[in-house]
């Protein structure tokens, strides 16, 4: 049917943090600017002493000043130009003095640091390749070619004692360096095995992390791991707002500029300005701010261990010199980039405090909740997964597993877009819910009167069922309009017979199904009963749109989902040529008969074509990631702070309906009842729990909305299992199992 072979893809919620951190007052270009200025006189003496007294190359000396010398001066910056020439002059020529060793495939002291970063020196200097650089970058494309990465032999930790930052300046020298034309096969198999390494092999320490992001936004990995690598980056900054080498060492501004770096280059690469990445920069720059010493430099104690005769740079704090050189260069480089745009045209210091914080940042811990999610999608073989869970008004898990498409491999990530299907009522009924709030519209009303339909009425004649006239808007809600699809048929999926009908090309639009249905007679006197009715739904899309004059999906996206923070939920389409980006694709077993008239007839698969989703927009025509629908769950966490409606709609939309859709026959309530636009559960304790689901051939959504404040979203990309056990129910209460463990870690974790 599917593969069976599917790996959980987990991907970093990084979206937002907490909102007490989005209200920080962020760092001013004004003030970044003179901490820069001050910074640069003291970085540039440090370059020229240690060039003055040293022939070799240094990484702290050399290279991490010249990457922010370089930077300033394409900033506008001053910067003394004859000395970003004499530091790559002198780059080059320690590498010139072991040309024949580079030749001979035996580098320098040093190794593939100091060959790396040199390269990415002259880089940053503009230096054009000659042969220098060329046997250099031949001597980095052999060196260790027995191992799927390149590995350091030093041990002057943080610089000289990282397997990542070794694979990294090596990587981007082959990138930037690798001119000869017959070791391109060799590179690109070289980067190939760097991309599998680098994959499966996990960082603990801030270097590590760093150079591990910075090294994946190098390869073409189809994984997400580099979703994956910044999560694990921005879970390390502390509430200082910086990171610290160890997890047992203090905050330092070489950890924490090059951090920012990191993220930065993230953000480049990705072209988006997440609001967590943004928001770790601003926390980050506000630290390096606070920490800077009158003199423009950080100070950073050293852990390596001396291995030359100790001389002065003219660099200040002593034996600490070296590591607080390159940490004061990190630091400037990382105030540098803050103030750039990012490749979306954001700010990075002031746009993220005007969005809304949603997902929190997810506790490394959450692994118990993947396994149960993996456990679930390996023994249903479902092909792709999001979860989503909240806490507090918060996401505080969110996860992509699987594929968004079989056929590339495309992993799902947390952006990636569901048809919602059912799920798309809810957000109709709010909507309405909304009208009724601002008087434009009675839950009494008739709709048909509503939608002024008299005269198509009239022209039905005989057959009209003269009980159309009674339902009203409240009967649509709570699916007691009269339509009963099990006792005769759902007329959304009549696309064919009523386009016939109607004598227009298949599939049928909303307004032809509408005035097909008036000659069909109800199922039930309206408000006797409950029957679902996808229908009873359509009909409230249209009078959306009548009230108010608007396009139902604008209204929806305007009014509802604006004031929320959702930005890419959409009416999706029908066709796979009209699926949009970040969009999953759909599974399905078997074929079915094409309902479109470029096709009519023709077998197709069952989601794309047997149905028209678009004429399905107020009941079942949403997409959406699961991380919108818990932001849309989270609105009503708070009934008395609702942005979107105030308590008493609230109150209404979750009121028992009457007679026999809220009691049974002896007059006792049910446990489980439909109201306006949400199933709801009485629990033992007599809370309840709010839910919804949705299906469709290809699609099967969940959202549950619990009595302790959690809310729970899964989308899933087929609705076909294997297994005798039904997928709706075995989602259903892997949802609650994941909620539960949430809560037994979020307690662990906070507990003294």
Not at 184 to 207: F, G, N, P
Not at 517 to 540: H, I, T, V, W
Not at 590 to 608: C, E, N, R
Not at 663 to 683: C, H, I, M, Q
Request: glycine residues 6%; charged residues 25%; proline residues 4%.
């Amino acid at each position: 049917m599917f593969q069976t072979r599917w790996f959980a893809v987990v991907c970093a919620a990084m979206l937002a943090s907490s909102a007490q951190g989005a209200e920080e007052v962020t760092p001013s270009s004004e003030r970044v600017r003179a901490a820069i200025t001050k910074a640069l006189p003291t970085l540039e003496a440090g370059s020229i002493g240690s060039a003055n007294k040293r022939q070799c190359f240094t990484c702290h000396s050399q290279a991490v000043p010249v990457f922010a010398f370089a930077e300033a001066k394409r900033q506008g910056f001053k910067i003394d130009d004859d000395n970003i020439a004499r530091q790559l002059k002198h780059t080059h020529d320690h590498l010139k003095r072991g040309l024949e060793n580079y030749r001979q495939g035996k580098g320098q002291g040093g190794d593939i640091l100091t060959a790396g970063y040199a390269l990415w020196t002259l880089d940053e200097g503009s230096w054009p390749p000659d042969e220098v650089t060329e046997a250099v970058s031949n001597y980095l494309l052999g060196a260790q070619s027995d191992l799927k990465h390149w590995r350091h032999r030093g041990s002057r930790p943080p610089t000289s004692g990282s397997d990542f930052t070794a694979t990294y300046v090596a990587l981007r020298a082959l990138q930037h360096f690798g001119t000869d034309s017959s070791k391109t096969d060799a590179i690109a198999a070289r980067r190939e095995s760097v991309t599998k390494w680098l994959e499966t092999h996990t960082a603990t320490e801030t270097e590590d992390l760093v150079f591990r992001l910075n090294a994946l936004l190098y390869t073409d990995t189809k994984s997400t791991a580099k979703e994956e690598s910044v999560h694990a980056l921005l879970v390390k900054q502390r509430d200082d707002g910086g990171w610290g080498q160890m997890d047992d060492m203090a905050t330092d501004a070489y950890s924490t500029g090059s951090a920012i770096m990191a993220i930065v280059n993230y953000q480049d690469v990705s072209g988006t300005s997440e609001f967590a990445t943004t928001q770790a920069i601003q926390k980050a720059v506000s630290h390096l701010l606070a920490t800077q010493l009158d003199d423009g430099t950080w100070h950073v104690s050293t852990r390596a261990k001396p291995v030359q005769e100790y001389f002065e740079s003219d660099f200040p704090h002593g034996k600490d010199q070296f590591i607080s050189i390159a940490a004061t260069a990190w630091s400037t480089l990382a105030l540098l980039h803050a103030l750039k745009p990012s490749e979306d045209g954001k700010s990075r210091l002031n746009d993220a405090k005007k969005q809304v914080p949603a997902v929190a940042p997810v506790i490394s811990s959450f692994w118990e909740v993947d396994r149960l999610v993996e456990e679930f999608i390996k023994k249903h073989e479902v092909p792709g997964a999001s979860v989503a869970i909240t806490e507090a008004c918060k996401v505080v898990y969110s996860r992509g597993f699987g594929y968004a498409e079989v056929e590339t491999e495309t992993p799902v990530t947390t952006t990636s877009l569901f048809r919602i299907a059912s799920i798309s009522k809810p957000i109709t009924a709010v909507a309405i819910m909304q009208l009724f709030e601002q008087g434009k519209l009675s839950l009494d009303a008739k709709v048909f009167e509503v939608l002024d339909l008299s005269s198509e009425m009239t022209a039905v004649g005989a057959e009209l069922d003269t009980r159309l006239s009674d339902i009203t808007i409240e009967q649509l809600l709570q699916h007691r309009g009269g339509w009963d699809r099990d006792k005769s048929f759902d007329p959304m999926f009549q696309s064919v017979r009523f386009a016939k009908q109607q004598n227009v090309p298949s599939p049928a639009n909303q307004r032809d199904v509408i005035l097909s249905m008036l000659s069909q007679k109800l199922d039930f006197g309206p408000g006797e009963r409950y029957a679902y009715s996808n229908f009873g739904y359509c009909l409230l899309g249209r009078v959306i749109e009548k009230i108010t004059g608007m396009n139902y999906e604008s209204y929806i996206q305007q009014r509802v989902f604006k004031p929320l923070g959702i930005t890419t939920m959409r009416i999706g389409a029908t066709r796979l040529e009209g699926r949009v980006p970040d969009e999953v694709r759909y599974y399905a077993l078997g074929k079915s008969k094409s309902v479109f008239q470029t096709d009519l007839g023709k077998q197709v698969p069952p989601p794309y074509g047997a149905w028209n989703l678009e004429a399905m927009d107020s009941h079942g025509g949403w997409i959406a990631s699961a991380e919108d629908l818990a932001r849309f769950a989270t609105a009503f966490d708070d009934w008395d702070h609702c942005p979107i409606l105030n308590r008493s709609s609230i109150e209404l939309m979750h009121a028992r309906p009457p007679g026999l859709a809220g009691f049974d026959e002896s007059g006792a309530p049910l446990d489980k009842f439909y109201s306006l636009g949400w199933f709801n559960r009485v629990t033992k304790t007599g809370t309840l729990n709010y839910w919804h689901t949705g299906s469709l051939p290809g699609t099967l959504t969940i959202l549950i909305r619990r009595w302790d404040g959690s809310n729970m979203v899964a989308l899933l990309n087929t609705r076909d299992s294997p297994n005798k056990e039904k997928l709706g129910a075995a989602i259903d209460q892997l949802l609650h199992k994941a909620a539960d463990t949430v809560k037994r870690i979020q307690a662990q974790t906070s507990s003294p």
